[in-house]
């Protein structure tokens, strides 16, 4: 449980992030770590926003 609160939800662990168009970036989130902070995590306005976008792109 403690795990899945540390997987970044924007890039859901892999530290990369693409957008429609297939280009591929590090996750700015978790600066391509793929995990967060604990502290981070639950400061969730700028991470909702990304993963908002990352559900939208699907
Ligand atoms: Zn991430």
Known sequence: MVDR??????CEGTGMLADDEGWQYNCSVCRGEGVLP???AKQSAEIM????NNRLLD
């Open 38 to 40: 604990v502290n981070a």
């Open 49 to 52: 926003d990304v993963d908002e």
């Open 5 to 10: 609160e540390l997987t970044c939800k924007a």
